[in-house]
């Protein structure tokens, strides 16, 4: 682990509820877009998956889609809700508001996962962005030590972290709760069903 440690025990993260630049395949970063109709129906899809566990603390990035996302999984349990800026969206600069296949294949990338590799120089560094995500939720499952928190963010936000914890991406979907947690070969994310 570099920079930052990792965080002493498992904790719940989820990716906001879809937009319409998502439903139109944009990068979409700090662009504050709220989520759509069928962003909604996700956001109420993991209220219900995650129904039968406790949380104690929901923490959101600050942007539109990821509070509505929270709001709506808080609602049922009251579950107190915080808002975090080290949980904003990944910094894309100029790439912002791309067609990502347009991207891909000017750039003649293979796999979203190498957007890394072509970041303009106005962007936020990978680095720089798995060192805040690290951060922020060490210090939140460090101040709930016997609560269950649950994080709201982004996609690159949870890869970046996801890259720090487990050395590698995930397959990370809209709707779906995933858990972190610290194994003894190392830390794993799983999807909570």
């Given at each position: 682990?570099?920079?930052?440690?990792?965080?002493?025990?498992?904790?719940?993260?989820?990716?906001?509820?879809?937009?319409?630049?998502?439903?139109?395949?944009?990068?979409?970063?700090?662009?504050?877009?709220?989520?759509?109709?069928?962003?909604?129906?996700?956001a109420?899809?993991?209220?219900?998956?995650?129904?039968?566990?406790?949380?104690?603390?929901?923490?959101?990035?600050?942007?539109?889609?990821?509070?509505?996302?929270?709001?709506?999984?808080?609602?049922?349990?009251?579950?107190?809700?915080?808002?975090d800026?080290?949980?904003?969206?990944?910094?894309?600069?100029?790439?912002?508001?791309?067609?990502?296949?347009?991207?891909?294949?000017?750039?003649?990338?293979?796999?979203?996962?190498?957007?890394?590799?072509?970041?303009?120089?106005?962007?936020?560094?990978?680095?720089?962005?798995?060192?805040?995500?690290?951060?922020?939720?060490?210090?939140?499952?460090?101040?709930?030590?016997?609560?269950?928190?649950?994080?709201?963010?982004?996609?690159?936000?949870?890869?970046?972290?996801?890259?720090?914890?487990?050395?590698?991406?995930?397959?990370?979907?809209?709707?779906?709760?995933?858990?972190?947690?610290?194994t003894?070969?190392?830390?794993?994310?799983?999807?909570?069903?």
């Amino acid at each position: 682990m570099n920079a930052t440690s990792a965080p002493s025990r498992a904790f719940l993260f989820v990716r906001h509820g879809a937009t319409d630049w998502n439903r139109d395949g944009r990068i979409q970063g700090r662009t504050d877009n709220p989520i759509n109709d069928e962003g909604i129906a996700q956001a109420f899809a993991i209220a219900r998956r995650l129904r039968p566990l406790r949380i104690d603390q929901i923490v959101t990035s600050p942007l539109l889609r990821a509070v509505k996302t929270a709001e709506i999984i808080a609602a049922p349990s009251a579950t107190p809700v915080a808002v975090d800026k080290e949980l904003i969206a990944f910094d894309y600069g100029n790439l912002e508001g791309q067609v990502i296949t347009d991207t891909m294949r000017t750039h003649g990338l293979m796999s979203v996962q190498d957007f890394v590799s072509i970041l303009p120089l106005d962007s936020e560094s990978w680095t720089s962005a798995g060192d805040r995500v690290l951060r922020c939720v060490g210090r939140w499952v460090s101040a709930r030590p016997q609560g269950t928190v649950l994080f709201v963010s982004h996609d690159l936000i949870m890869q970046a972290l996801a890259t720090k914890l487990c050395g590698k991406w995930f397959a990370n979907r809209y709707g779906t709760p995933y858990r972190f947690a610290p194994t003894d070969e190392g830390w794993v994310v799983d999807e909570i069903y």
